[in-house]
């Protein structure tokens, strides 16, 4: 990722502004590719709603202040691929250990920043928006006019996690 494009110092959220396909390392695939097709198509008009990605360094942070990886590695180390069975049990088990993990300090902070961040762009876009509500059945932004009321039906402060 190149340094120029980040906006903040943070150290497990990319916004997919911040972010392109050069970054599969950093976020994984999918995000690197949402990325991407923000910035390609944003500029061209095309509107493409932001959203942020969670770093793999994250990742390996919760893992590492759970003290997570002595039983990664006790469940991953010798697991044999071609048993269907075990890989099925550890993998259940695995999940299990990374879904009861508690979620670091650090990382929540940098999580409901880049949150209030995202919704704060949502609700201005909104605000500029808000005579288009009434022809949301007329024009073909109508898709933007319903998903934002259903956002702000469903988003307060303080929601995530």
Known sequence: ?????????AKYIRFFNEI???????????NASL???YQELT???????NGFAITAEAYRFLLTENNL?????RLLDDLDPENSKDLQKNGALLRELVYEAKLPEALYQ????????LIARVWIKCLFSRTKFSN????????FCWTTRYLFKCIRPGSLY
């Open 43 to 49: 500029p061209k008009g095309v509107p493409v709603p």
């Open 136 to 143: 949301c059945r007329r024009f073909a932004h109508r898709q």
């Open 20 to 30: 392109g396909i050069d970054d599969v390392p950093l976020v994984g695939g999918k």
């Open 110 to 117: 940098e999580m409901s920043s880049a949150y209030e961040k």
């Open 35 to 37: 990325g991407e097709m």
């Open 69 to 73: 990886w002595p039983e990664l590695h």
């Open 1 to 9: 990722m190149s340094e120029q494009r980040r906006s903040d110092q």
